[in-house]
């Protein structure tokens, strides 16, 4: 199986992935289209006073004429999710639809819920959850479509002598959270563009064979015609003849080197004395011998 058909096989499988995690984020986005939200994340209020927490309701129900309510959940651990059987200030035992608690307002109007709690003590600390249902009726019985909701987080701080004001805190996503949302954003557009990327990278290959290819061809042709090296395709180069003073002379402009027997050579023989070619002895340049 070459490279290229496992790097298509595999561009298409990313491509049907993909395709099929759009086609389910469509789905579940259509599905819920009722969100919950919270102005404050988090209030801090000193024992004796009131607090007024409030979640708001965006977005469209399932089907036209569907109703929205609104119902509170109350948790004391700030860690944990709210149980549905769990309201503020109703003991478990005597939780019931009908039951009521002292000192629990509610408050709903176009898509907007309060919850308030007067005289908060230390027991009313936890986790309140907002909880948006959308009530679809159809042959005398009620259907939830969807069930949206989201949470506000409560701490009761010891009682101050004239203070009964309570501190809001808008919490901030953790760095934690900015970093692993950018590094998801990177991983989406890597995949997004994978297919772009496996395109360059073939053609690129397949550019750098066919050059090869040609190159290859262009040095069997040269080899072919006996040249080394295809660029110097000149003529075969000609013998140069030599007179036999030029050949016993070795002149410098055309060898670049001196012959020992010039003075001031490295070991060349003294001036005075025997030399390899003494004066005395000169060969005559004859006719016979101008060419080599």
Not at 85 to 90: E, L, M, N, S
Not at 107 to 125: C, E, K, Y
Not at 135 to 157: F, S
Not at 164 to 176: L, W
Request: charged fraction near 20%; proline fraction near 7%; charge should be positive.
């Amino acid at each position: 199986m070459s490279d290229s058909y496992r790097r298509k096989t595999a561009a298409l499988r990313l491509c049907f992935h993909l395709i099929v995690i759009i086609e389910v984020g469509a789905e579940t986005h259509y599905h819920s289209t009722l969100t919950v939200s919270v102005p404050h994340m988090s209030y801090i209020c000193p024992e004796g006073a009131n607090v007024t927490m409030q979640c708001v309701a965006a977005g469209t129900t399932r089907y036209a004429g569907d109703q929205v309510k609104f119902g509170w959940l109350f948790t004391a651990h700030q860690d944990q999710r709210c149980q549905d059987d769990t309201r503020p200030r109703i003991p478990h035992s005597k939780n019931h639809s009908h039951a009521r608690a002292e000192g629990v307002y509610y408050q709903s109007t176009r898509g907007v819920s309060w919850i308030t709690l007067v005289n908060v003590a230390h027991a009313d600390q936890g986790r309140y959850c907002c909880v948006a249902l959308d009530i679809h009726r159809e042959a005398h019985r009620a259907v939830v479509e969807q069930k949206p909701h989201n949470h506000v987080l409560l701490t009761v701080t010891p009682r101050r002598p004239g203070n009964t004001n309570c501190t809001v805190i808008d919490h901030k996503p953790p760095e934690g959270s900015v970093a692993a949302g950018l590094a998801t954003a990177g991983c989406i557009m890597g995949i997004l563009s994978l297919p772009l990327i496996l395109l360059l990278v073939y053609k690129q290959r397949q550019t750098a064979q066919s050059n090869r290819r040609a190159h290859e061809l262009v040095r069997m042709d040269s080899e072919a015609q006996g040249h080394e090296n295809p660029v110097f395709l000149g003529g075969s180069p000609q013998n140069k003849t030599r007179t036999v003073s030029q050949i016993m002379t070795r002149q410098s402009s055309e060898t670049g080197r001196h012959l020992l027997s010039e003075p001031n050579t490295p070991l060349s023989p003294p001036v005075h004395g025997d030399v390899f070619f003494p004066s005395q002895e000169p060969i005559p340049e004859s006719p016979d011998f101008m060419q080599v």
